[in-house]
């Protein structure tokens, strides 16, 4: 979570960083800061709350030309002042912002305080410009001096160390570092080191364990901007005599569109002349920015009250770029010879499967557990669905011939990576049929996914600001969608007489979601003041609706803070039916097919208990319009097809109920859009 920014160039630095730090508040948006280098001082400016405070705050004229900035999502420490980044050493010369959590901070703040450190944060942040200034004051004495502070763990990095002076003045240094395997090795750096800052940086990274990515600026370096990148988001910009650093490539497109991604292990010093990029061991590394394509208009509002709701109104489009993406144009059931979808995943991919396993978090998790329903039905491969953060740490046994797909809209989520990492490591050792076989379903082609895995399916949502997950997940139900179409298509599992039906079926939703928007929207909006008062929501449906259910929920309690439970209806009577009474709104997805009488007797049970009933159901049916209280009709669709209508409407409930009680929608509290800690 957090976002990090940072400008050197030659225009003012402030508006700059402002301007990016506005394009990543969606990561978090509890306090915000930011630090410039001016006539040899730091200036850091902080303030609680959202950005416009920190604009409040700041002084109006500051030219300087280097900054920082960053907006926080708490981790360590309350969302007050004093624990807003910048984070600056006892002197005030240097300072950092940061995203991602620093593990062994405890001990490293001991071993400082041990040195006459004092702190002023609850972070587990405020160890690293100490750090760095300490290592800037090392290196900068005497050979014997140094070696004086060398009982002190801190002070000697990982493995041997010792440092050449030549005149006084320090020309390579021999250290160790941590290698892969976690074991020691002394490493003899360039003697050409351009930078003690630089140097300083590097070998304060090296003492960092956990998941970070940080930025660094120095008062005594007034030209360098050092940034390093640990298992969070880190890029470059590189502009007309200027370069800019983000958490997302969405604080860079305004400026420039050549980036550079960092990887897991590497520091850069940004300078008004370049840009050099090393590895934690000190290595130059060569590197070459590649060209964005995006347009920077697609993060605007474009008239709409939210972004949620322009995101939920860009719907219809984004099923059609999917299905333009993925489906053969011109395909039919007379033309077999032709594939029907066209994924351009190699076929190794598929061979000889026997199990799928899905590793995903929040909505991503709802929009497997519908893939998971398509693969076994349509395509009928055994699949499972894992919350990251629990595979992680007790994953199932081995299987043969698995292909593991991670589901993530941002490509950054840290359970998720790191569950993804942690199989395909597991897997290494193993027999060949064992080995892994990695998938990445993303909204964001060029996130830390696509470095871990070979193989990805774009969803081609365009960028999503609001925090609540809308047209990334009907996008990735849609990918879904074609993938066990393909896998169907491939095992001859469905006859090509159906899977024309279901493609055809799939061509005709864009139109149908509009159908809802516009016929539905005011309807729902003019429910809303009925709910003023309700503090409970349940949510119910059964087959490949459960997770739309689950979905619903998630999508109410994230954005209006109503306690909301999904459940598959069958469930309701063991246990949450104690719930209910006339205060509890029970909202009940009952769509024609195998499962749409149980759903409505289970809806009947809620009513016998005073629930007020709302359903989704579909148009123009009787018994639907004699069961529930108030109806939300969606076009009649096969059961197959359902969820990416069925969802529609909740997002809309979920979104009018919080418009209407004031509430922040795009930010709501407590959350970020990309979730880069554990
Ligand atoms: C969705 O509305 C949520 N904000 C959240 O559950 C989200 O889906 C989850 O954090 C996973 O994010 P990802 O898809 O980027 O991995």
Redesign the pocket.
């Known amino acids: 979570m957090c976002g990090i920014v940072g400008y050197i160039g030659t225009q003012t630095a402030t508006e700059i960083l402002l301007s990016g730090l506005e394009k990543l508040e969606y990561r978090g948006y509890d306090s915000a800061g930011i630090a410039t280098v001016l006539e040899g001082d730091i200036h850091c400016v902080r303030a609680k709350g959202k950005l416009y405070n920190l604009r409040e705050k700041l002084e109006r004229e500051n030219p300087a030309q280097i900054g920082i900035g960053h907006t926080r999502w708490a981790t360590h420490g309350k969302p007050e002042e004093y624990n807003a980044h910048p984070h600056m050493d006892m002197a005030k010369r240097v300072a950092v912002v940061q995203n991602g959590i620093i593990e062994n901070y405890r001990e490293l703040r001991e071993e400082l305080k041990q040195l006459g450190h004092d702190f002023r944060s609850d972070t587990d942040t405020e160890v690293i410009p100490h750090l760095i200034a300490e290592f800037l004051s090392i290196n900068s004495r005497p050979q014997k001096e140094h070696v004086a502070t060398l009982p002190l763990a801190i002070l000697s990095p990982v493995g041997a160390t010792d440092t050449f002076l030549n005149g006084g003045g320090i020309v390579g240094s021999l250290v160790g570092i941590r290698d892969e395997g976690g074991s020691s090795r002394p490493k003899v750096l360039s003697p050409n080191s351009p930078s003690l800052f630089l140097e300083a940086v590097r070998q304060a990274v090296n003492k960092l364990e956990g998941a970070f990515a940080i930025a660094v600026i120095c008062a005594d370096y007034p030209d360098e901007l050092i940034i390093a990148r640990q298992q969070a988001p880190l890029s470059i910009g590189f502009g007309q005599g200027e370069f800019l650093c983000a958490s997302d490539t969405l604080a860079l497109v305004a400026h420039t569109r050549a980036v550079l991604t960092l990887e897991n292990g590497e520091l850069a010093r940004l300078t008004p002349l370049g840009v050099e990029v090393y590895s934690f061991a000190g290595d130059r590394l060569k590197k070459h920015p590649r060209t964005l394509n995006w347009n920077p208009i697609t993060v605007e509002k474009q008239g709409f009250r939210h972004f949620m709701l322009k995101e939920i109104h860009e719907q219809p489009g984004v099923v059609r770029a999917v299905l333009e993406a993925y489906l053969e144009n011109d395909w039919n059931s007379a033309e077999s010879s032709k594939m029907p979808i066209q994924l351009g995943l190699p076929i190794e991919l598929y061979a000889d499967l026997e199990q799928i396993q899905i590793i ?5 998790w709802h929009a497997s557990l519908v893939g998971k329903y398509l693969l076994e039905q349509l395509a009928g491969i055994p699949t499972t669905v894992h919350y990251a953060s629990e595979f992680r740490y007790a994953p199932p046994p081995l299987t043969a011939n698995t292909l593991t797909i991670g ?7 840290a359970d ?1 990576l790191a569950a993804l990492a942690m199989d395909k490591e597991r897997r290494r050792s193993q027999l060949p049929q064992y080995q892994s076989r990695l998938l990445g379903i993303t909204n964001r082609p060029d996130s830390s996914l696509a470095a871990l895995v070979p193989q990805i399916i774009a969803t081609h949502a365009g960028i999503e600001i609001g ?3 809308t047209k ?1 997940f009907i996008a990735q139900l849609l990918t879904f969608y074609c993938l066990a179409l393909d896998l169907s298509y491939r095992r001859r599992t469905l006859s090509l007489k159906r899977l024309e039906e279901i493609i055809n079926g799939l061509r005709q939703l864009p139109a149908e979601i509009e159908m809802i928007l516009e016929v539905q929207e005011r309807y729902i909006q003019e429910l809303t003041p009925q709910f003023a008062d309700t503090q409970d929501f349940i949510f119910i449906g059964r087959g490949i609706n459960f997770p739309i259910a689950l979905e619903g929920a ?2 109410l309690k ?1 954005i209006s803070y109503i306690h909301a439970e999904g459940y598959p209806a069958g469930e309701l009577k063991h246990g949450p039916i104690a719930l209910l009474d006339s205060k509890v709104p029970v909202v009940a997805i009952a769509m024609p097919g195998s499962v749409y009488e149980k759903v409505i007797s289970n809806a009947q049970e809620a009513k016998a208990r005073d629930a007020r009933l709302i359903g989704v159901t579909p148009m123009n049916d009787p018994e639907a319009s004699e069961t529930f209280d108030n109806l939300i009709p969606v076009p009649a669709v096969e059961e197959l097809l359902s969820p990416i209508l069925t969802v529609i409407p909740l997002q809309l409930l979920a979104y009018h109920i919080a418009a209407r009680r004031g509430l922040d929608v795009d930010q709501p509290r407590n ?1 970020a ?3 880069t800690v554990e």
């Open positions: 995903a978090c929040g909505t991503s589901v993530t809209q941002s490509g950054e989520t998720t925090v609540a997950a990334t998630l999508k994230e959350l859009k990309s979730v």
